[in-house]
């Protein structure tokens, strides 16, 4: 059997979908012939209106699968009568809109990926939590959507642990990876973490987006604040075992893949008990409510078995969840 994926980015600047899609592509290859469209080059519109259409046309496949919501909205039109998947992996737009012309052209094109979404034969939600979301926001039956929970790369549970190249001795390490987007509360993770007064303490976010100038003012003359940039998917095991405690702001998550894999990585996990998070993975995680923030984090800094106890007790529950 021939599968045809529908991907738009597969780089590793991409985010979730890249890696749900470079995970996805691997499996497949075990048993299928995999054919991937072309990649976005130019610009969205005309990638998604003009390149994706000319392939399709040409290609010949047994099953087709849009790897994101966004990716499938040619493809009930150009393949009528294949045998459709798609994979949605959250409706931020619709949930969480952004003001102005960006967030309306982003509701737009999730509500056309949608209707396309209901043409398809199957629909894979990556979580209970967006499943919900399909049925509430789109009206699709809930017997046509599959939860799918997306997997990690095996390195994070197979790698022995390393001290992390990103650890200074002696400190106690916080740490975040995230597309620094309006929804991640970047911000708000910074403003808090200026407020804990422990001169031990550091914090250091992974990731570039809009908001990343915003970020680094707010860390200001903090030295205890340190923004990586965009790292490398190569270098991910290593920055989750720099930590001590990997924290979460986001609020709203489809699934929250960094969540699992630090935790994969043995690492605690904070979250902020507003966040709106699949709950197969929040109940893994400790939800605080940002007014407790430092002193919470203050008795893990000084109470280091309670911190090994978290870790051992979240990476066996992990386990758990992908049996």
């Not at 469209?37 to 040409?58: A, D, K, N």
């Not at 799918?148 to 790369?153: A, E, F, N, R, T």
């Not at 200001?220 to 940039?229: F, H």
Request: overall charge positive; charged content about 30%; glycine content about 6%.
């Amino acid at each position: 059997m021939k599968v045809c994926l529908i991907v738009r980015r597969l780089s590793t600047k991409a985010g979730g979908i890249a890696v749900y899609t470079r995970n996805l592509i691997k499996k497949l290859e075990e048993e299928y012939e995999v054919e991937v469209s072309p990649s976005e080059r130019l610009s969205y519109l005309l990638w998604q209106f003009f390149v994706i259409p000319f392939w399709l046309v040409r290609s010949k496949c047994d099953v087709y699968h849009a790897v994101g919501v966004i990716e499938g909205i040619t493809l009930p039109l150009f393949k009528p009568k294949a045998e459709k998947r798609v994979t949605v992996h959250d409706l931020i737009p619709l949930k969480h809109p952004r003001k102005g012309f960006k967030g309306f052209f982003e509701r737009f094109f999730i509500r056309l990926g949608l209707f396309s979404a209901g043409k398809c034969d199957v629909i894979y939600a990556v979580s209970h939590l967006t499943k919900v979301d399909l049925v509430r926001f789109a009206g699709i039956p809930e017997d046509k959507i599959k939860v799918v929970h997306q997997p990690i790369d095996e390195r994070f549970l197979l790698e022995p642990p390393r001290a992390g190249k990103f650890r200074e001795p002696g400190k106690f390490i916080i740490g975040y990876i995230s597309r620094m987007d309006y929804h991640k509360r970047h911000s708000l993770l910074v403003e808090l973490f200026r407020q804990w007064n422990n001169p031990n303490a550091r914090l250091i976010l992974a990731g570039t987006g809009e908001e990343f100038e915003m970020v680094r003012k707010l860390a200001g003359s903090d030295e205890r604040i340190k923004l990586l940039g965009f790292i490398d998917d190569d270098e991910l095991v290593e920055f989750y075992d720099s930590l001590d405690v990997y924290v979460h702001p986001s609020k709203y998550e489809g699934w929250g893949l960094p969540i699992v894999e630090a935790l994969a990585r043995g690492k605690p996990v904070v979250v902020f008990e507003d966040a709106e998070i699949p709950a197969e993975v929040k109940s893994l995680c400790w939800s605080l409510s940002p007014v407790s923030f430092g002193l919470e984090l203050e008795k893990l800094f000084r109470n280091r078995k309670l911190l090994k106890k978290l870790s051992i007790l979240r990476s066996k529950a992990l386990k758990n969840l992908f049996h």
